[in-house]
């Protein structure tokens, strides 16, 4: 069985920085993009970043391009997000996800695999 286990979230000030990890187990995943989602109150989930299988092609939503960075441990099953300068905008419920796929892809829908989401909150 698959499980996806996010961790490292928590409460921080603006400007501060976070990393989130996610380990996958159940199987391994040396062919498969990874991405991280998240969603706040009210609002729809939305893709954040992703990687491909190889970790030498990385995507970014707009909102964090330069801010956070994505990678990845291949042997480890376990992708990483880096995010600095944090801004109370980016407060949510971050989730990692896996494709069945190699290229990352930007819509949640693309995804087969979910951890169960780690709180980020960003006070100003």
């Known amino acids: 069985q698959?499980?996806?286990?996010e961790s490292g979230g928590g409460l921080v000030q603006a400007g501060d920085s976070l990393r989130l990890s996610c380990a996958a187990s159940g199987r391994t995943f040396t062919s498969n993009a990874m991405g991280w989602?998240?969603?706040a109150p009210g609002k729809e989930?939305?893709?954040v970043a992703g990687i491909s299988w190889s970790g030498l092609s990385t995507d970014?939503?707009?909102s964090v391009k330069g801010r956070f960075t994505i990678s990845r441990d291949i042997p480890k099953n376990t992708v990483y997000l880096q995010m600095n300068s944090?801004?109370?905008e980016d407060t949510a419920v971050y989730y990692?996800?896996?494709?069945e796929r190699p290229y990352?892809?930007?819509g949640a829908s693309s995804y087969a695999y979910w951890g169960q989401g780690t709180q980020v909150t960003v006070s100003s």
């Open 37 to 39: 989602f998240r969603q």
């Open 104 to 106: 990352v892809a930007f």
């Open 60 to 62: 970014y939503a707009d």
């Open 2 to 5: 698959v499980q996806l286990v």
């Open 96 to 99: 990692c996800a896996i494709k």
């Open 45 to 47: 989930r939305e893709f």
């Open 86 to 88: 944090l801004k109370p």
